[in-house]
């Protein structure tokens, strides 16, 4: 993955892919943007599939891996990036059906119910890691206030409001996950549309 995934060549992306889910839901324009704050793939979904199957592969011969915090951080990671990509083709066939003249609600349901299904195992893998949970990140901000509680409730208002509002009165700003994926935050932001 050195020389793939964490080698970005393309100039017309300038910066770390995002996942379609964090984006806010849309039926057209969520793949393939290039820029800013791209979704285009730079490289072969595959290539982490792959990685991922030797990673979990790696643990029938050194089970002691499953011990190894960074080993459980990277495994956690590569799931992420797998599962993101893996949401890319079902929401393509949700917004073809969705398009499709002859598509019906029970089609669109279950085109739908596919990509929930990947959020909640996201959602799933994603807490099983502390570095990748809410409350690591709303603790770590709280910390910082050594003892002042006053000042630790407004770390911690921050620390919410950054991932969630991007604003403190809300104005204008949408309820959702923004660049981050958050175990519950993840599922509740991209299936709730009245939040989203």
């Known amino acids: 993955m050195r020389t793939t995934v964490y080698d970005n060549k393309n100039s017309t992306v300038e910066s770390v892919v995002k996942s379609i889910f964090e984006l806010r839901p849309n039926i057209s324009g969520l793949v ?9 793939l730079t ?7 792959r990685a991922w199957q030797l990673m979990t592969n790696a643990t029938k011969s050194q089970p002691t891996l499953w011990n190894n ?17 893996a949401f890319i083709p079902l929401y393509t066939d ?14 669109i349901s279950q085109a739908g119910d596919k990509m929930i299904h990947i959020l909640t195992d996201l ?4 807490g099983t890691n502390e570095n990748f949970r809410l409350s690591t990140w709303v603790n770590s901000a709280r910390a910082l ?10 770390y911690e208002y921050n620390a919410r409001n950054q ?13 959702c996950v923004q660049a981050m994926e958050w175990p519950c935050l993840l599922v509740l932001c991209t299936t709730m549309d009245h939040i989203c």
């Open 32 to 40: 393939g943007i290039t820029g800013h704050h791209p979704t285009a």
């Open 43 to 49: 490289y072969d979904p595959s290539i982490v599939v």
């Open 69 to 85: 915090p960074a080993y459980l951080y990277d495994t956690v990671d590569v799931t992420r990036q797998a599962l993101a990509n």
């Open 94 to 107: 949700l917004i073809s059906t969705w398009n499709s003249s002859n598509s019906s609600q029970t089609a």
């Open 123 to 126: 959602d799933r893998v994603l």
């Open 145 to 154: 206030a050594n003892g002042n509680e006053t000042l630790a409730a407004s």
């Open 163 to 175: 991932i969630t509002l991007w604003g403190a009165s809300g104005g204008g700003s949408r309820l």
